[in-house]
C-alpha cells in the first residue's frame, strides 16, 4: 500500500515557475515507477511526466517537454515535477501516482493515486 500527497500548487503568472512535490509512504516507494497527470475543468485527466523506479527513465508528454521536469529521491520518497514556463493551458489539478513496473503515460495501468494539487495561470 502507498499513500501520495502533493504539494506546491497555487496561483502563478504565465512565465512563471512552480515546483510540485509528491510525499509517499511506505518503505518500498524505490520499487514504483512514478507519475504526473493533471485534469482541466470538463477534459479527461491527461498524462504529464513519468519517471522509472530508480529515476534513470523519463517521458514527458509533447506539450510540457522542455519546460516540465520531474525527478525523485528515492531516500526522501519523494518525487518532484519543476515547472517552467508556465502557461495558462497548464492550469489544472495536478496528480501524482504510483505504479509497480514500468513507467508508463497511460494513467489506468497506475495503482495509487494522491488528492490532487490546483495549479492555477492567470494570463
Known amino acids: 500500500q502507498v499513500q501520495l500527497v502533493e504539494s506546491g500548487g497555487g496561483l502563478v503568472q504565465a512565465g512563471g515557475s512552480l515546483r510540485l512535490s509528491c510525499a509517499a509512504s511506505?518503505?518500498?516507494?524505490?520499487?514504483?515507477?512514478m507519475g504526473w497527470f493533471r485534469q482541466a475543468p470538463g477534459k479527461e485527466r491527461e498524462f504529464v511526466a513519468t519517471?522509472?523506479?530508480?529515476?534513470?527513465?523519463?517521458y514527458y508528454a509533447d506539450s510540457v517537454k522542455g519546460r516540465f521536469t520531474i525527478s525523485r529521491d528515492n531516500a526522501k520518497n519523494t518525487v518532484d515535477l519543476q515547472m517552467n514556463s508556465l502557461k495558462p493551458e497548464d492550469t489544472a489539478v495536478y496528480y501524482c501516482?504510483?505504479?509497480?513496473?514500468?513507467?508508463?503515460?497511460?494513467?489506468?495501468?497506475?495503482?495509487?493515486w494522491g488528492q490532487g494539487t490546483q495549479v492555477t495561470v492567470s494570463s
Open positions: 501516482a504510483a505504479r509497480k513496473g514500468g513507467y508508463s503515460s497511460d494513467y489506468a495501468v497506475y495503482d495509487y
Open positions: 519517471i522509472s523506479w530508480s529515476g534513470g527513465g523519463t
Open positions: 511506505g518503505r518500498t516507494f524505490s520499487s514504483y515507477a
